[in-house]
Every structure is written in C-alpha cells, then in structure tokens.
C-alpha cells in the first residue's frame, strides 16, 4: 500500500464515507415505517451455521426462507471444512456468513433507560455494561432490541443480548480453523425482525472498492435520496418555527385574555359577597334611615359603625335609656344594649351614650316600606321632613315633649 499513496488516501476518504453513511442510514432508518423497515430486514439473505449439540448444520435463508442444505455430526474443525467447501461450490454464496448459537448461550436482559437516551443508546448500553451485566464491554458480544417507548413516563425499555466471549471463542476458532470467517451470531427475538450481533468490523462494503463507477453511481444516488429526505424536513421545520411563532402570539392573547377574565371574576365575586352582606344585614341606606327615623331630634350621633350585621351608635341625648327602648320597639334592630355606661355632662346636661345593637333584614325591609309610604302620603311638591318625625311635632326651637319620637342624626 505504501507504493500507491493515492490509493491509500482513496481508501481513508471511503472508509470515512462508509462510516458516515452508516450513522446517517441509522438515523433515516428510525424515520421510516416499521412495517417497511421489517420487511427490508426480514428478506436478507445469509448462509447460516447453525451450531448444535449433535454438530453443525448449514442453512441458506434466500427471500426470508430458511432451508437446510447440509448437516454434520461433527462439531469440529472437519464439520465446519465439509461447509466451507460446500459454500465455496456455490455460484452465488450469500455475502454474510452468521452463527446460531444455542439458546443457553446467550444471555437475556430487559433494562430500562431514560427515553432521551435513544439519540446514542449504543453508547450508552457499552459504557452502562459493567452496571447492568456482571461482565465488561470487551469481555461479550453483544445487541439489543427496544421493546417499548413510553413518551408519558420518558423510560425507553431495552431487551439486551449477551455471548460472553468464553462461550462462542472455541466455536469462532474452529470454524476459521475450517475455513469459515462469521460475521455474527443469528439472535431468536420473538418476531419477525432478525437481529444479528456483529462480531467484527463489517465487511459487506469492500466489494465496492473494485467498481469506481458504482461508487460514483451511488454517491450521486446517495446524495439525490439526502435531498430527498433532507429538504421535506428542512420545510417541516420551517413550518414548525412558523406555527410556534403564532403559537407565542397566541399565548400572549390568550394570557391577557385569562387575566381580564380573573379580573372579572374577582369583581363579580366581590359583589356576590357585598350582595349576600347585605342580604344578611341589610342595605346601609336602608340602616341609616331607620336609625334617623328612631331618633328624637334633641339627640344626635357622633359616631355609627355597622360591622358583621351590628351597628354600634355614639352620640349625645338629654335621655339615653329611652333610645334603648325606641330602638327595642323597632323591627328593624334586636337586643339593643349599651356598650358602656352612660355618663352626663356638666355643662350641656346631655348624656353620652353608645349602644349596640344586632340587624333584622326583615325589620329593614318593613321600616323602608313605612318610609315610603310616609314620603308619598306628604306629596312630592312639598318639603320632606325627616323620616319618623310625626306631623304634630313642635318645632326645633321648641323643648320636646316626652312623647316626641321624631328621627334626627
């Protein structure tokens, strides 16, 4: 080789090729239908050694059907020449050469991966070989199959093959001792798939190094079946960044959308509550004029809290106790007390006082309607005096009368 320099860098460029085209085989292979891809694998031919307790025998698989051509009750070196020849007397020998082993030889294990992992789970099944398997990666051959992916829990399931080398090293000796060279070892898998464990570097592309102009042919159509592929999904992913991209906008409308409709909810939830508040205590407006209607006009508040159904009056009156009482014979207000005791004023003569009392939403309702029906009785025209004054009460500058019921804040 070293006196053709150029043949040798040829020989690197296509080795090189070759291992490329072979990741980009792989890598295409898992783009295409199951049904074709099994179809594809299930018809490689192969001349088969099928290794047995009894010897060897030899079957041929051509278009998927397995025949037996010859059998040998030796298990040596003489049962494996009896083949060689046979095969050599063929006018077109299959181009692989594979073993079958007995199925005690071969080791089974189903292991589980991350299902990111497929991306190099060649690798990573090697470097995880002495974790999973009691043996290390250059002590077996070895394949595997996936059996499952599960995209919901992100596992990968992987049913792994194993020969330890002690086992199938005899057997690889005495069948080059008789002329045979194996390129791997046949695997049962339960379907209809054949799998195959390589024990070496693949030799089926040497015959291409004989013929320039199929290699040439085969680039061009290797290169043609690249775009073919390549640019329906160069497009695919344009379209996809495309969809994202309305995807986002989308999202942005459909977030603003979801926050005004929390708003609108919040709002509406707070109104159900004010709504039930007031059903459960009354309207304020509603308290407010019933509490002016039952107060005399000698007297005013400073203060009215209403707070969880019950209001609490402050103010100033010439008689505290008997606003107890008017508050106690209204509809509109229960268990009236006062809070804390009374005290009077030196100077103005009137008490302090601060009452409390729990709401009736009926009584509300009734002393509203009552309200009403004393506006409408007086006339729209004239002017209005305040609610639970009666007609015949003296006027402001007058002293009141004990029986004055008048409402006045």
């Not at 090697?126 to 992916?149: A, I």
């Not at 505290?320 to 009374?342: I, K, M, T």
């Not at 030196?346 to 509300?364: C, H, K, Q, R, V």
């Amino acid at each position: 080789m070293e006196r053709f320099p150029l043949l040798s860098r040829m020989d690197l460029k296509l080795t090189t090729l070759i291992v490329f085209f072979n990741w980009w085989l792989r890598q295409v292979t898992e783009l295409l239908p199951a049904g074709l891809i099994r179809a594809v694998r299930r018809h490689h031919d192969a001349a088969i050694v099928d290794v047995g307790d009894e010897g060897v025998s030899l079957l041929m698989r051509r278009d998927g059907v397995v025949s037996c051509l010859s059998r040998s009750h030796e298990g040596n070196e003489s049962g494996y020449r009896q083949i060689a020849e046979l095969i050599a007397r063929m006018e077109a020998p299959p181009r692989q050469l594979l073993l079958r082993l007995p199925s005690a030889m071969i080791l089974k294990k189903l292991v589980s991966f991350p299902l990111a992992a497929r991306r190099d789970l060649e690798s990573l099944i090697g470097f995880e070989m002495d974790r999973e398997t009691p043996f290390g990666r250059n002590e077996v051959y070895w394949n595997y199959v996936t059996r499952k992916q599960d995209p919901a829990s992100g596992r990968l399931d992987v049913e792994l093959f194993i020969v330890p080398r002690p086992f199938v090293e005899p057997i690889l000796a005495g069948a080059k001792a008789g002329g045979l060279e194996p390129t791997g070892i046949e695997l049962d898998t339960d379907s209809d798939r054949t799998q195959v464990i390589r024990l070496g570097a693949v030799k089926r592309w040497e015959w291409l190094l004989t013929d320039r102009k199929l290699v040439n042919k085969l680039g061009i159509a290797a290169g043609v079946l690249f775009l073919a592929i390549v640019i329906p999904l160069i497009y695919q992913e344009i379209m996809i960044s495309i969809d994202d991209s309305r995807i986002s906008g989308l999202k942005d409308q459909a977030r603003e959308a979801s926050a005004l409709r929390q708003t609108v909810d919040q709002a509406n939830g707070v109104l159900a509550l004010v709504a039930k508040e007031r059903a459960r205590c009354g309207g304020t407006l509603d308290v407010l004029a019933a509490t002016t209607r039952l107060v005399p006009d000698d007297s005013h508040l400073t203060a009215l809290s209403l707070r969880s159904g019950r209001l609490t009056i402050t103010g100033l009156s010439p008689a505290a106790a008997r606003l107890v009482d008017l508050l106690a014979q209204s509809a509109a207000f229960r268990e009236p007390s006062f809070d804390s005791p009374v005290v009077q004023n030196d100077e103005s003569g009137l008490e302090t006082f601060t009452i409390s009392a729990s709401l009736s939403p009926d009584g509300l309702k009734e002393e509203a309607r009552k309200i009403g029906q004393e506006q409408k009785s007086v006339g729209q025209t004239e002017a209005v005096p305040k609610a639970g004054t009666p007609k015949n009460a003296a006027p402001k500058s007058a002293p009141p009368s004990e029986g004055d019921e008048g409402g006045g804040l």
